[in-house]
């Protein structure tokens, strides 16, 4: 267990993508990380397949120092959390404090919006691929890799490589 006493925080909304939020989350918990689900509301959110989560706190209510890293699940869900300076403040924090922060799919719109991207490699959906130039990031077509505290992942079937990448980041 590679991640006994991490801390990470895992965003959470209505839409999310079912795998890019379960995998991932599942694979840090095997490695002994203590995963805080956050959202906007303590309610349960449903995923793109209708799979059902429910978060443990609120974003305005943890901080940067709460947590070694935060994980940004894709799916729907980033384009609503990228509207809540909670979220985003949160994202910036842990970035601004050289944690890792983890994006798969759709998730690098929450980053544009907490101002992480300029001057970094990038990776996600097809459909963010100008969003995610426009914010100044060179777009890289890997499956997943690391490019200084950022973890990025391209798409579900990339998740095994962006969970290896993840692990990895945080070990170090």
Known sequence: MKLVGK?????????FEDL????????????GAQVTVVSTKLTTFRG???????????????GPDDFDAIVVPGGWAPD????????????????DQGKIVGAICHA???LISAGVVRGHKVTGSEGIKDDLINAGGEWVDQPAFRDSNLVWG??????PDFCRELVQALSE
Not at 7 to 15: D, K, V
Not at 49 to 56: G, Q, V
Not at 154 to 159: A, E, G, H, L, P
């Open 80 to 95: 609503k959390l990228r509207r809540y300076p909670a979220v985003t403040g949160l994202v910036r924090g842990l970035y």
């Open 154 to 159: 391209r798409v579900v079937k990339d998740i």
């Open 108 to 110: 690098g719109l929450v």
């Open 48 to 62: 793109k397949t209708c799979l059902e989560a429910k978060p443990d706190v609120l974003a305005k209510d943890v």
């Open 7 to 15: 801390r990470i925080a895992y965003l959470l909304e209505e839409g």
């Open 20 to 31: 890019e939020f379960y995998v991932p989350l599942m694979r840090l918990q095997e490695e």
